[in-house]
């Protein structure tokens, strides 16, 4: 169902961004010990544009996140409101963040070496297609030329494979160190930020392929109504704190890994 713009939700969802720009780098500078005056040997943005892409991904992942919190807690009912300006603006996050890879990160990423049928730039590139396809889709002009029933499937297959182009393209860049880091360790003892978004977009993905198994029982091909019966409910909500609690302690797991 269309949801009418809003510049409050906006301006919400725009603050949620900012806390989470913020938190990342001040992260990333407390680990690297700078942001901006990189050593000479980096981009002066290298910093700065991976705190954005971890941002957007964070954002997207919430956006994915918002239904099974709506479902399973009528005490936040609202964040359904937020779900439209949330994806938005995560999405142009990561429109910034290709620019910004594209553009100002010569040292990291020369255009001369930019080889765009790899894994991991396609999966990126086609990512931010299916991001800026979304959000044109998302005015109720192209709605009422696109049918509710089409722009619904539309949005919610896009936002899957958005999450899953995401998935491919961050670890085809960064797996294998990560994997390293946590089964070898490295200079540095605190988890790379990397690491700490990607076990939240796991757990994001995890839920979801959770309910569409269990408590939708059709693998998320078709549109299922929000409302469930209670015992399904309770099911679905069980699962969401005991898996969330599971993702708490992992996060334990890694920060005391090598410290």
């Not at 779900?83 to 290709?98: D, M």
């Not at 109720?140 to 899953?164: M, T, Y």
């Not at 797996?175 to 490295?186: A, D, E, N, P, R």
Request: aromatic fraction near 16%.
């Amino acid at each position: 169902m269309h949801k009418p713009s809003s510049l409050r939700d906006y301006m919400i969802s725009i603050l949620i961004a900012a806390v989470l720009l913020v938190l990342f780098g001040s992260y990333l500078f407390v680990r690297r010990g700078y942001l901006f005056d990189a050593p000479p040997m980096v981009d002066a943005l290298y910093v700065p544009n991976k705190v954005i892409a971890l941002a957007a991904i964070a954002m997207l992942s919430l956006t994915f996140l918002i239904g099974p919190i709506v479902r399973y807690f009528d005490l936040l009912d609202n964040w359904l409101n937020y779900r439209k300006e949330i994806g938005i603006v995560g999405g142009l996050l990561a429109l910034l963040h290709v620019i910004v890879s594209y553009s100002f990160l010569p040292l990291k990423f020369p255009q001369s070496e930019f080889d765009m049928l790899s894994w991991e730039f396609s999966a990126g590139i086609v990512g931010t297609l299916l991001l800026i396809l979304l959000f044109i889709i998302s005015f109720k002009k192209a709605i009422d030329c696109l049918g509710g029933k089409c722009w619904w499937f539309l949005q919610r297959r896009g936002l899957r494979l958005v999450i899953l182009f995401v998935l491919v393209h961050v670890y085809v860049m960064k797996g294998s160190g990560w994997i390293k880091w946590v089964t070898q360790g490295g200079s540095n003892p605190m988890p790379g930020l990397g690491i700490l978004v990607m076990v939240f977009v796991i757990w994001v993905v995890v839920v979801r392929l959770y309910e569409s198994i269990f408590i939708f029982k059709n693998f998320g091909l078709s549109t299922k109504e929000i409302s469930m019966d209670a015992t399904l409910k309770t099911h679905g909500r069980i699962f969401f704190i005991g898996s969330f609690l599971a993702l708490i302690a992992f996060y334990f797991f890694i920060f005391t890994r090598w410290t």
